[in-house]
């Protein structure tokens, strides 16, 4: 499908400072991986290389007057992606990296909104790197650590040789709760095949939910304080889209601003159609992707990832929308 | 019950991304944009039944302000560069500068 559409894929790469982002971010540029990357960054000097692929960036966020949060999109990368995809010559990938303390819903959010944007780009994943020795006091701390891991379709757990094997198992758990669809990886020195981090279609919402994790539980026992959580709906039986369809608008609309992520697969009422959802906050996407196989089970499921969020009452209202 | 209608179109199109360039084109002309003025334009289910289906958006960002909206109750592929004039009509007056006279279509 990318290929057909010729979109270039976009990986926005996020992480406290110090987490290894830069690191990475160099690998990127200087291994003979035969490819060629643009890249927007923050700052210059911490990346260190002489390329003319290089962008500087600003973060321009631009809000809505209103606070409509639907519409707080990065400008910059509007108006730096459509000037990238004027150029000559082969571009293989963006990387967007944002800075430390980056909400990374203005990044995804303007690959939801702009047209032009979504024609010739497409998110290909969030990649969080985070630092296993700090990662546990900075979630505690500040509220933009679990987010920038709930909205990551992959973490790099790196300065792995910092830690413990235990600690390391807790951070990762700890992880699993805010996240529990992200893909982890373990490293040092944000070692890691880049074809793990790039071009890897993570924020299709198709990869993502055919992975069904077996430690998901829709409560959970021990409950931790985190301000980021998620949230994982299943039914047996087909959806009346005629409940379903106005149930999950409402949902996004009255509780989009907590809503980090949500995707789901939905089997309807009468429709051998496989249809799929992913929102970012209160925008939302979806459509009917493919039939279901003959010997497919016809299982809805739908997962949030946010804070707040009425488990409760989300659980009941999902299950009434059952034929 | 049309699902696709009710998002947004999950796959895009040229003609579709033309089109918007089009009208981002002629925005910019009505509103006076300068170099640092970012113009985003996208088209999305627009909830009431009443207005058709598709309700397109067009964001004006400006640095140190916050950003601006039109909203036209329509296809983007369908709107006429009269209807966005008129839309942007009062963002442009706003800006103290004279409107350009409307294009044909």
Redesign the interface.
Known sequence: MQAA?NQTPVTVITGYLGSGKTTLLNRILTEAHGKRYAVIVNEFGEVGIDNDLIVNAEE?I????NGCIC?T?R??L??ILGGLMRRRGRMDGIIVETTGLADPAPVAQTF?????V???TKLDAIVTVVDAKHLLGEIDRAPEAQEQLGFADIVLLNKTDLVTADDLASVEARIRRINPYAGIHRTERCGIDLAQVLGRDAFNIDRVLEIVPDFLIETHEHEHDDEIGSLSLTADRPLD??RF?PWI?KVTQDFGTDILRMKGIIA?KD?DQR???QGVHM??????QRPWKSDEKRDSRLVFIGRGLPKERLKQEFESCRV | MHMDAFFFPRKTSNRRRDAALRLKEHARTVINADDETVVSVSERDCGDPGCGGARTIVLIMHPRRPTEAVKIDKPLEQITQTELSDALAPLAAQTGLPEPPSKPK
């Open positions: 559409l321009e631009f809000e809505m007057n519409c999109v400008g910059d509007i108006r939801f909104v702009d047209e032009d979504r024609r010739r889209p005629e369809v608008q309807m429709d249809f799929v959802v925008l939302l996407e979806g459509g009917s």
